[in-house]
């Protein structure tokens, strides 16, 4: 069973701590600089809200010193260095959704600020999670190039970003019949990044400190 989790919205509809990743969602899609963050416990969650948003990592709003060492989320890293930074909402954020995996596939790329749809596929027949987030930064990437934009493109799949930075996929689906649409997406989109450059950054999606990403299908 998955552990739950408690969201400290800071800045949203109403700012406050939920229970659940809708809750959360619901306070700060299309909000302009929402900030909010998930933790373990409602006890951790409810003293990060007290502490305010420039508190969050242990810093004390008055001194905006950081507390270094060890900690029990951070173990010996200090709390500076496991920062994961600040949202870059001027973005494009990515995601998937599937029927199984292996199974059905579905993707979409979103506006990370206001959670609007800039595009969507599928769903593709037969393909499994991580092809499918692969697709998504390839489309994203593709898209943000015939726009001229250098918008940030954000995943939540290491396995996919990594395999884009490496413009090659490394997965065990086999190819056959029932696999042909995923494998004709995935052919064409390692071609594009063989065949092209960009300048955009391409991120990891922090979960656990941002909560779930904007185009989260809600199939946890």
């Excluded at 909010?36 to 242990?58: D, H, Q």
């Excluded at 950054?201 to 299908?217: M, N, R």
Aim: proline share 3%; charged share 25%.
């Amino acid at each position: 069973m998955a552990k739950s989790k408690y969201y400290v919205v800071w800045e949203g509809k109403q700012p406050g701590v939920y229970a659940t990743w809708a809750e959360c969602k619901a306070q700060t899609d299309h909000y302009t600089g929402a900030k909010y963050k998930s933790y373990e416990s409602k006890a951790e969650a409810e003293a990060a809200f007290k502490g305010g948003w420039k508190g969050r990592w242990g810093q004390s709003p008055a001194s905006g010193a950081v507390t270094s060492g060890k900690s029990s989320r951070f173990g010996s890293k200090s709390a500076s260095a496991a920062d994961p930074g600040e949202i870059d909402y001027d973005s494009i954020s990515v995601d998937v959704g599937t029927r199984g995996n292996p199974g059905p596939v579905e993707y979409k790329g979103v506006d990370t600020q206001t959670g609007d749809v800039i595009f969507s596929c599928g769903p593709i027949a037969k393909g499994t999670n991580n092809l499918g987030e692969f697709l998504a930064i390839v489309h994203a990437l593709a898209l943000l190039k015939k726009q001229g934009s250098s918008k940030t493109v954000y995943s939540d799949s290491a396995n996919a970003l990594k395999w884009v930075k490496q413009k090659k996929v490394a997965t065990t689906l086999p190819r056959d019949a029932s696999t042909q649409e995923i494998w004709m997406l995935v052919d064409r989109a390692e071609r594009w990044l063989q065949l092209n450059t960009y300048d955009n950054k391409v991120l990891k999606w922090q979960t656990k400190d941002w909560g779930e990403i904007k185009a989260d299908y809600g199939r946890k």
